[in-house]
């Protein structure tokens, strides 16, 4: 529900405001438990609202919050795939 009202947001004047919130919004729908996540991640991916190396970090950091114990292969993989791209204010 509240990916959507983020994209709403992002279709309006007030795309800023959107971006500010939208990760967060994503890595807590993530961390919230698998079939949440995938359906989180999915409609994110199909809603073109954000580009893939947040997507991959907004993953990567829901997975941490639900995980912890896998933080050397998160980080591994977020390190290889998101740092070259990242850029923090989005």
Known sequence: MMLRLVAGVH???ADD???RI??????????????EAWD?????KTSGVWHWDALVDAAARGILR???DLV????????????PYYDRSV
């Open 11 to 13: 279709a309006s004047d």
């Open 17 to 19: 405001q959107a971006w």
């Open 22 to 35: 939208s990760k967060t919004v994503l890595v807590e729908a993530i961390a919230s438990g698998q079939k």
């Open 40 to 44: 989180a991640f999915d409609w994110a």
């Open 66 to 68: 639900r995980r912890p």
């Open 72 to 83: 050397v292969p998160i980080t591994i993989t977020w390190c290889s795939l998101c740092l």
